[in-house]
């Protein structure tokens, strides 16, 4: 399984942060899986969120992007593309992980990568954090752009990496 040797993140001071989850509707039961988790990890966190639903992953980056002038901290991009007969898989997948990517760039707000690129439904079932799952990656995603928030605000006003003490 992919997850194999994923970090085991630490993650002080997220209290005060704000997290714009944005969840694609297409395949339900995969998308409540990967909603439950990010809402879970947020809960622990005791982060502040608000759950924004959109159609599909292709619509992912354009509301990501609004959402980032919205005040969060983060965004968490949630969502699933499973492998059909069509090329559409391929551009579904692309554009909206250049999307996403572009979104972070563009406004230095992190964007947590939670799009499973799948190519059966039983791979994005045991990649949603449902009992019986493999793996949470709605709560992977959401570690990694707190991750990311924290390591942001850690940086000295010189280019020097480290967290704030």
């Known amino acids: 399984m992919s997850g194999h040797g994923a ?3 630490d993650l002080p001071g997220t209290a ?41 992953a292709f619509e992912l980056p354009v509301v990501a992007k ?13 969502g699933v593309v499973i492998r059909g007969g069509t090329p559409h898989f391929e551009y579904v997948c692309q554009a909206a ?9 563009q406004t230095g707000v992190p964007v947590g990568f939670g799009l499973l690129t799948c ?7 045991a990649r949603a954090g449902l009992p019986g799952s493999e793996e949470d990656k709605g709560r ?12 942001l605000r850690g940086m000295s006003p010189k280019g020097s990496v480290g967290f704030a003490s």
């Open 7 to 9: 970090p085991r993140l």
């Open 16 to 56: 005060d942060l704000r997290v714009a989850v944005v969840a694609a509707s297409w395949h339900e039961q995969v998308m409540g899986g990967l909603v439950g988790g990010a809402t879970r990890a947020l809960d622990e966190l005791g982060a502040a969120y608000e759950v924004i639903r959109v159609p599909g």
């Open 66 to 78: 609004a959402a980032t002038s919205g005040g969060y901290d983060a965004v968490v991009a949630l």
């Open 97 to 105: 992980t250049d999307g996403l990517a572009h979104v972070a760039l």
């Open 119 to 125: 190519d059966t439904e039983e791979q994005a079932l």
């Open 140 to 151: 992977e995603a959401v570690e990694a752009a707190i991750a990311v928030v924290l390591t």
